[in-house]
């Protein structure tokens, strides 16, 4: 795996920096992540969390698809003087899977304490992920809540699958320094905001 150059990484990571990893398309970047990297910040006492923004997700249709420079543009305006660090990780690793991004991001900072972090419509569908299992396997994960997918995420594959490794919410602030596999499920207020229909309203104001 290629080394990670300095314009791919926030510079030297001190041993021991809780760091939150927020994968997607950022199509665009919007308010709802920027909620989910707060909550992370505030409950499980993280230093700063790393939007990794995927060049394409393997899961998604390239149609409507911005440039890649054009969504890390837009991360980077609306994260402004907050420790959130906006970053192409996987275009300089030249991985396509969050398996093997961990597996690169672990190898480069081995000292650093990561935590994948996610909404609770990708726990839904997290098992038709590539090798999703180990992910759980590699970091602690953190859920947070999205409109109408809480309930379905209780019952969703992968909580099933690591059911006797959840912690509560009121024990998540160490959830950084816990050996993998950890993940707990927050159930916080939420803001009712998605990529799809942030592109949908824009291209009606634009028609």
Known sequence: MPPLTASAVPGPVPRGRRIGLLGGSFNPAHEGHLEISRLAIELLGLDEVWWLVSPQNPLKPTDGMAPLAERMAGAEKITKRLPIF????????????????????????????????????????????????????????????????????????????????????????????RPAPAWVLFKRPHVPVSATGIRRRTQAADS
């Open 86 to 177: 906006v970053t192409d990780v996987e275009t300089h690793l030249g991985t396509r899977y969050t398996t093997d991004t961990l597996a690169g991001l672990k190898q480069g900072f081995p000292g650093a304490r990561f935590v994948w972090l996610m909404g609770a419509d990708n726990l839904v569908q997290m098992h038709r992920w590539h090798r999703w299992s180990s992910i759980f396997h590699m970091v602690p994960v953190a859920v947070f809540a999205r409109p109408t997918y809480s309930l379905r995420a209780e019952r969703a594959k992968a909580a099933r699958r690591f059911a006797r490794y959840r912690i509560k919410p009121h024990r998540a602030a160490g959830l950084a320094d």
